[in-house]
């Protein structure tokens, strides 16, 4: 696939909001007029991950996707990162754009939790969402708290930080090797949207915090009371590669316990598709948020 030809992509609006005090970077694709559907990112990630769904979305959609805190060209935090936060720059986020609309959401991966999440916490916010690749955490042990705080102790005296890629080109070919689906020319453009030249050097966009260690562990039983208080119809979106992802082997061991807690869900798998599900098959996943979100 690496050489076939690609739809062409519409160029975005940029804009930039203060959201909590904090610059964020959003990307609008689509007419103005349209309605709105929020489209947010996952980690290490950026607004542009939808250039290459924007094309068939677009059409009927003003697409609004921003940069979370520390990723993209939004504002960093200089400092450990509260998972809770990127919660509240939702709320504040709709409350700016959408204050009278309940909004419809569609979430990759860490946007998905926290889309999730949001959902269940202001259920009369949302209006319809897709959860891609989103479906929580593996769950935790109490035991491991102690190791935990140990570990984030350890990186306030030594920030965390990550490993630069040694050119666009190198960090092109390493996403194409972990999404073999992928265009070439997309992936040239998101190494070129994921880094920034410093002193003739290439660096992330992300905030080396992000690499840090949580040091509140993850709490499932937590989040599928959240998934429980959603009111909105769900949509799962699944890669046909289960488990391609590092994180996905406990979470699909217990995935009926998870989808037990959405009352309205539906599901769709997106065949030949690893977790990057926008980047290997942008065609097949768009027509299945666009069929999903038209039932609104």
Not at 158 to 177: D, G
Not at 190 to 209: F, I, K, N, S
Not at 264 to 291: C, F, K, N, Y
Request: charged share 20%; aromatic share 10%; net charge negative.
């Amino acid at each position: 696939m690496h050489g076939m030809s690609t739809t062409p992509l519409p160029v975005p609006a940029s804009r930039t909001l203060i959201l909590r005090g904090r610059s964020h970077r959003l990307l609008h694709w689509g007419d103005t007029d349209a309605p709105m559907l929020f489209l947010l990112h996952g980690w290490m990630d950026c607004a542009e991950t939808f250039s290459f769904i924007a094309p068939y979305l677009a059409r009927d959609w003003q697409l609004v996707a921003p940069d979370w805190r520390g990723f993209g060209h939004s504002q960093w935090n200089g400092g450990p990162y509260f998972f809770p936060d990127y919660l509240a720059d939702l709320d504040a986020l709709l409350e700016t754009l959408s204050p009278d609309t309940p909004a419809c959401i569609a979430g990759h991966s860490m946007g998905a939790m926290i889309a999730g999440l949001y959902a269940g916490a202001r259920p009369e916010r949302v209006e319809r969402l897709a959860l891609m690749e989103g479906f929580g955490l593996n769950a935790t042990d109490p035991g491991q708290a102690p190791g935990r705080y140990a570990r984030w102790l350890a990186e306030q005296r030594t920030p965390p930080a990550f490993q630069v890629p040694a050119s666009l080109e190198v960090l092109a070919a390493r996403l194409l090797a972990r999404n073999p689906r992928m265009h070439a020319e997309h992936a040239s453009l998101m190494a070129r949207a994921l880094t920034r030249g410093v002193d003739g050097a290439l660096v992330y966009r992300a905030d080396p915090w992000h690499k840090g260690v949580n040091p509140a562990l993850y709490r499932l039983e937590e989040a599928k009371a959240c998934w429980r208080a959603i009111t909105c119809p769900v949509l799962w979106v699944m890669a046909g590669d289960e488990g391609e992802h590092p994180m996905a082997k406990g979470v699909l061991a217990t995935l009926d316990a998870r989808r037990a807690c959405f009352a309205r869900l539906s599901e769709v798998t997106i065949a030949d598709a690893g977790h990057m599900l926008q980047w290997e098959q942008p065609a097949a996943l768009a027509a299945a948020l666009a069929g999903f979100f038209a039932q609104g």
